[in-house]
């Protein structure tokens, strides 16, 4: 016998139990259709604009930001740890540091870490008016 059988057998069985579920809960569920079901918002509330909203994108950039150093912290917390037993293990988590810095360098630099951008004014100088002053 082969050893990838047991393998097989589940992969086949991981893979019918979520299928199952589906075609089951298709036959079993209560079909009444209505109008309401069918428009945009069940609540009751009528849409007002486009539901189709655009976002800005410093918002995930900083959201991503935001996660991406928070998953690093978790690391180096254990790293401190294991410092105090292994003195080895100093260099890796200086060199880990110091990419983290140069991303965050390179994200200050680029604004990603600005909430909004800033808007460029143009020069507002008023223009003369024929005849005098205002």
Do not use: C, H
Request: aromatic content about 14%.
């Amino acid at each position: 016998m082969s050893d990838w059988i047991p393998v097989a057998a589940m992969l086949v069985v991981a893979a019918a139990i979520p299928v199952s579920f589906v075609v089951l809960s298709r036959f079993l569920r209560p079909s009444v259709p209505e109008k309401q079901k069918s428009i945009t918002y069940e609540s009751g509330e009528q849409p007002t604009g486009d539901t189709r909203l655009r976002f800005n994108i410093q918002y995930y950039m900083l959201a991503l930001m935001f996660l991406i150093f928070d998953v690093e912290v978790v690391l180096i917390l254990p790293w401190a740890v294991i410092f105090a037993e292994r003195p080895e293990t100093l260099l890796p988590a200086f060199v880990f540091i110091f990419i983290l810095f140069v991303g965050v360098g390179w994200a200050w630099r680029n604004g990603a870490m600005e909430w909004l951008k800033p808007r460029t004014v143009a020069s507002t100088t008023p223009a003369s008016t024929p005849g005098g002053e205002n």
